[in-house]
């Protein structure tokens, strides 16, 4: 079992190096050309390097490792910057990839012209994470997905799938401009 754990984390490290890799520098908001794509093909964009990572994966050291229909996920490696007067790690950067796991597996459900704004975010931290902890990964899918509005739910874990929060997202689908 232990060895499996450790696998799996080498595993998780290994994707990490080559996703990095690909990442397209510097990161932007958000590129024309990703306008003209459906959230799918946005995010699998983004994932694969051809479009630029947003500023707040950059700043807050996670990134898009899994772009699925309905599923997307981010990994993050907490770093001592990130830490609360506490020693650990600050629930905000935990909601940070949480929210961004849910919300971007709605956006994978959107076609071209239709964006997200998160409306609700509900988050249950279960354990804290400490410096070094990691990597973590947030994973999000779909619930519900409608016309307006779209449900998803996160988990955030570590390689042996121990659980540090979990989270449900409600987002407003917007039109955007093509």
């Known amino acids: 079992m232990a060895e499996m754990q450790v696998n799996k984390r080498e595993e998780w490290l290994e994707l990490e190096k080559t996703l990095r890799s690909r990442v ?11 306008l003209a794509r ?8 983004i994932m694969m390097g051809e479009l630029p990572n947003p ?3 950059e700043t807050l050291d996670f990134f898009m490792v899994v772009v699925d229909p ?3 996920a981010f990994q ?4 001592p910057e990130f830490c609360n007067p506490m020693g650990t790690i600050h629930g905000g950067w935990m909601s940070a990839l949480l929210d961004s796991c849910a919300s971007c597996a709605v956006q994978s ?10 409306l609700d975010l509900k988050i249950n ?9 990691g990597p973590l990964r947030a994973d999000g899918k779909v619930i519900n997905m409608g016309n307006r509005v779209g449900v998803a739910e996160g988990r955030l874990e570590d390689a042996t799938g121990k659980l540090y929060g979990h989270c449900t997202a409600t987002c407003m689908v917007l039109d955007v401009p093509t």
């Open 55 to 57: 500023p707040i994966c």
């Open 109 to 118: 459900m959107l076609p071209v012209g239709k964006g997200f704004l998160t």
């Open 125 to 133: 931290f279960v354990r804290p994470v400490m410096p070094g902890t």
């Open 24 to 34: 397209t520098k510097p990161p932007a908001p958000c590129h024309p050309s990703a």
């Open 38 to 45: 459906s959230g799918l093909e946005w995010m699998r964009g």
């Open 76 to 79: 993050g490696n907490p770093r």
């Open 70 to 72: 309905g599923h997307v």
